[in-house]
């Protein structure tokens, strides 16, 4: 029987979820189980749960066939705990270092007592900690100098009972649990009906003056009790429950007069909380608060008077809609002062309506149509044919755009028209912040790759990659998102992490890999015929990605010497990233068979015509993947790039699924590997079969269409995914 039982219920927070596991599972303190519970999860919570539980046997997991909200689930996970205390867990909160030993430890110098109370911290995006105000109740010394007891009852410490009234700040011990009956209920504000019996019933109770939990504070969503909602009346049924409990125990019948001040507090604080009960039905919150309190008020007490505070009402909402106006149009009053006749016009334009049949789109700030929004704006014209579409491309690489296409510039009135009147953004990076999204707006964030590289928050810890990102900004930007595509689970999982906001992910795949499944054996053929490629030649795309500690493009590569050294039957490709576009100085060379295809408008056409990738960084090996083709990875700066960028994956782990094939970091050791047939070897695919499995999963050749019938036509179900073994990619070159 293990010392500790540790439940951690799951609905939707899978992006969380494994740090909140780790948290646990690496403690130093070792005689635990944990308990997680799949709360019917639509996300990857099960699979996470059940990931953990294939790899550290102290993980259980029970998948509920229906979801019945985070009571439920704690109970359910109670019903299944065998050790001797039980500790709830958020699952999208941790538990700090040395915790259950801290926990453990405490519990036998006081005797195994039945509710041990610890601390808790709260921590925020921008790497706050802020311990709660509550900790000067955990020291052992009182403010007065006076000592406090080890071991008391609540009767001994009331002001215990004003400390936050959540369930996750205590361990119980589960025979104590068991014989007073302790359940939790449905509905929000279940911690109620829980919290209060148990510290009113413990015989025995101790603190613990350290920080056990990190209670994070998500951005947007996380917690449902911040959310406008009728379902914020279930609280009059949750104290309905803390008054029968004391009915049923006539000996804590002294704590019902402070029972019911805190209730009526409690009620006062809901109701007149702008972000709780909806405006329209405050008025009926409040009678029944007024109910409730005569219902439980005590013999001979005073009547609570529970009114709407003016601030919530409608007089308030005016009130903060006003100010707020203020605020933001200060900055708008400064730039229509030094403004131009552009800017006029488009905020003209934004008082007109919204197009509902206008669609803007954009790829690497400015460039010329690519990536997944290229691919999804072809399957847009196919689809649903009425929506006008309107490229953002910089006025120098307009000459680059395929015909028939409406192109704008940065800036332009074209610019500002559409961007103030489109219905629909589509970008695989962010819009200006000048191009501020209005109301009713639908934007989808696409991204531009699987990330090996960190992202997002993650990139405060490497300052020199940053390049003084101002991270509030940038959340400022991924707060207008209201789509964020994904081509994995696992990219789901760090994009949802470094990118908090209130999204919703659509794993789907990436539609510019559609074409890996529609190419044909003469497209691969005609691919390589456009780059003078011989029949029987080795094509081998080099594609480096972008090195933030460098300031200009080197190729790592001399490929001119390669080639030689390789010999007349390979071709060597050059891809450099499309930062670099231009300040690449890289031409032909090695007898032509070196080409320079930085320039290529197509990366996937490129991929078609090569026999094998050489990479680094670059998330092109995910896409490349698909094809089921090589993929060797190039890198003499590992640790350089590690330090200065960090990354996700090990790519020179050779475990599957983190490498997609052999790694090499020298140019003698990559002469050799394809030298000796490696690259192509049995080694080589296993490798790539496992990559593919993991990274692979949603790219099927329909993302486009997904995508399309979701966000422009507003189908509710995806179309259903090839399996990976199912699927055929274009042929290898012949």
Partial sequence: MPRISVVVPAYQVQAYLGECLDSVLDQSFRDFELIGVDDRSPDGCGEIFDEYARSDERVRVLHLPENVGLGRARNAG???????YLVFLDSDDTLTPGSLQAIADRLEQTGDPDVLVYDYARTYWDGRVVRSRDAGLFAPVAADGGARPEVFTVAEREELLGLLMVVWNKAYRRGFVEKTGLRFPAG???????????MLAAGSMTVLDKVVVHYRQRRQGGNILATVSRKHFDIFAQYDLVFAFLDGHPELERWRPLLHRRMAEHLRTIGNHPDRVPPADRAEFFTRAAEEERRHRPAGAAAVELAADWKTGAVGRLARTAKRTARQAQPQVKRAVAGSVLGAYQRVQRQLPLDPRLAVFGAYWGRVPS???????????????EIRSVWVVENKRRAEVPEGLTVVGPGSRGYREAISRASYFVNNVNFPDGAPKRPGTVHLQTHHGTPIKRMGLDLREYPAAAGGLDFAKLL????RWDYSLSSNRYSTLIWERVYPSSFRTLEYGYPRNDVFYAATADDVAAARAELGVEPGQTVLLYAPTLRDYRASYRPQLDLERLAR?????YVLLNRGHYLYDEDSSFGAGGGGRVLDVSRHPSVERLALAADALVTDYSSLMFDYANLDRPIVVFADDWEVYQQTRGVYLDLFSGRPGQAPGPAVRTEDELAELFR???W????????RRAFRERFCAFDDGRAAERVVRTVFLGEREPLPFTPLADRTP???PV
């Avoid at 050294?565 to 039957?569: K, Q």
């Fill in 78 to 84: 109670i019903d299944v705990a065998t050790g001797d």
């Fill in 676 to 678: 000796s047939g490696e």
């Fill in 476 to 479: 400022e930007r991924v707060d």
């Fill in 565 to 569: 050294r390789l010999g007349p039957g």
């Fill in 188 to 198: 929000y504000y279940e911690d109620t009906p829980w919290t209060y019996p148990s």
């Fill in 680 to 687: 192509d070897g049995p080694e080589a695919a296993g490798l």
């Fill in 371 to 385: 990536c997944n929004p290229a691919a999804i704006e072809v399957a847009l014209r196919r689809l649903a044919p």
């Fill in 730 to 732: 274009a042929p290898r």
